[in-house]
């Protein structure tokens, strides 16, 4: 696993000096961070629930770095899915519309799929009972994964939230003011990633779940589902690369007023489960 940390403008200048030969008896294996074997991530989602919701990142730069992801778009006006290469936008009075590629992104997290492994005929009764299958089913506890799991979904509880102005509240109190919906068999993708619990404030630790239906009418961030027979593809990150922002609102957040159970109520808050 590697993991890098990219700020625009700190490139070596120069050419780098030239290696010294290492000994024949002591080959050396390189393991080179590259964009299709990476979990490419831009921002932190620390800055994100500390209220960094302005600028950010051109989305032509995210597309380029992973056709496969979730994040979210300047002034949080709506939830992003990037499914196939395209970026998609879920708003909050629950349409959906293919993103204007010329607007930005405060925080995103994206990877090109290369399928690791998938399962078919994968059934889920809850969004819980689908993070402890994938725990059970995904080959490294400590690894990121991307997952899609295609299918028909008989129940879908989703939500975004409508885009802020200045001056910005922190993300836990903007999700209070969530919209939320209901839908009932509909077929379409999960959008997940999966990152470890060593990710801490840099990424939600834990599963993060965004859909996207196969007319592309219906989307946004699970709350809650159920299906039958859908077919799970996963894909292991083997690297991580982070870009973090050059602005003055990521330079004064300060990390301590973000705990890790803020995120958890923002990016993994569940639906209650309905009562037999």
């Known amino acids: 696993m590697i993991m890098a940390a990219m700020v625009p403008g700190c490139a070596p200048r120069g050419p780098l000096p030239a290696p010294a030969t290492p000994p024949a008896e002591k080959?050396?294996?390189?393991?080179?961070?590259?964009?299709?074997?990476?979990?490419?991530?831009?921002?932190?989602?620390?800055?994100?629930?500390?209220?960094d919701y302005e600028a950010g990142t051109p989305l032509a730069d995210?597309?380029?770095s992973g056709d496969f992801g979730v994040g979210t778009f300047s002034g949080l006006d709506g939830e992003m899915i990037v499914l196939d290469g395209k970026i998609y936008q879920a708003l909050a009075d629950g349409t959906v519309r293919a993103a204007d590629m010329?607007?930005?992104?405060?925080?995103?997290?994206?990877?090109?799929?290369?399928?690791?492994?998938?399962?078919?005929?994968?059934?889920a009764s809850s969004l819980e009972d689908l993070d402890e299958h994938l725990d059970q089913k995904l080959p490294h506890r400590n690894t990121p994964y991307a997952i899609r799991v295609d299918g028909e979904f008989a129940e879908l509880t989703l939500?975004?939230?409508?885009?802020?102005?200045?001056?910005?509240?922190?993300?836990?109190d903007v999700v209070k003011q969530q919209v939320t919906w209901e839908n009932r068999n509909v077929?379409?993708?999960?959008?997940?990633?999966?990152?470890?619990?060593?990710?801490?404030?840099?990424?939600?630790a834990g599963y993060h779940w965004h859909f996207l239906s196969d007319d592309r009418k219906v989307g946004g961030h699970v709350l809650a589902c159920k299906f039958a027979d859908g077919l799970l593809r996963f894909d292991e990150c083997t690297s991580v690369v982070i870009h973090l922002p050059r602005t003055r609102e990521f330079d004064e957040f300060d990390i301590r007023e973000i705990q890790t159970h803020d995120i958890d109520k923002i990016?993994?808050?569940?639906?209650?489960?309905?009562?037999?």
């Open 27 to 51: 080959p050396v294996v390189t393991n080179e961070v590259t964009a299709r074997d990476a979990l490419v991530q831009f921002s932190l989602i620390a800055a994100l629930a500390a209220g």
């Open 62 to 64: 995210v597309v380029r």
């Open 102 to 123: 010329a607007g930005a992104t405060p925080f995103a997290c994206v990877t090109f799929v290369a399928e690791d492994g998938r399962v078919e005929h994968f059934a």
């Open 159 to 172: 939500r975004s939230v409508p885009a802020q102005s200045p001056p910005f509240e922190p993300l836990v």
């Open 187 to 204: 077929r379409g993708s999960l959008v997940g990633l999966r990152c470890p619990g060593w990710f801490g404030t840099l990424n939600v």
């Open 267 to 276: 990016e993994r808050q569940r639906a209650p489960a309905e009562k037999p």
